[in-house]
């Protein structure tokens, strides 16, 4: 198991058993890699959303990169409504969620700049 997967597993561990969730979340409007690849779009693939209290959350587990997690988040906000499996949820808040082992201040700010929960940890709490 990667580093990454293993933040992940550990971090998902926290959440209450009967949560609805979903991992590695194909989202947007395109409903197969082939008709994808012929509009020359890239897939997006959100790590976790689950939902709690009537609010779709999405999650973005990074080990470096964070700041690239910033677009990506706001990306599969903009894009969570046009995604076919997740019409029954479409017009619930959202909240987005980015997930790291250590702080990088660059990104914190970003994060917080755009709403974005930014929280540290390590897989081993």
């Known amino acids: 198991m990667g580093e990454e997967q293993r933040l992940k597993t550990a971090w998902i561990k926290k959440l209450p058993e009967d949560v609805p969730r979903w991992e590695k979340v194909r989202l947007g409007e395109w409903h197969d890699k082939a008709r994808a690849r012929i509009a020359s779009v890239m897939l997006k693939y959100a790590d976790l959303i689950y939902i709690d209290d009537n609010v779709v959350h999405i999650v973005e587990f990074k ?47 970003a994060a917080q700049r755009y709403g974005i929960e930014y929280e540290v940890f390590d897989g081993n709490s």
């Open 63 to 109: 080990l470096r990169n964070q700041t690239e997690a910033i677009g990506q988040l706001l990306t599969y906000a903009q894009e969570f409504p046009k995604t076919a499996e997740m019409l029954p949820y479409k017009n619930y808040n959202i909240s987005l969620h980015l997930v790291v082992p250590f702080i990088d201040d660059v990104a914190r700010m």
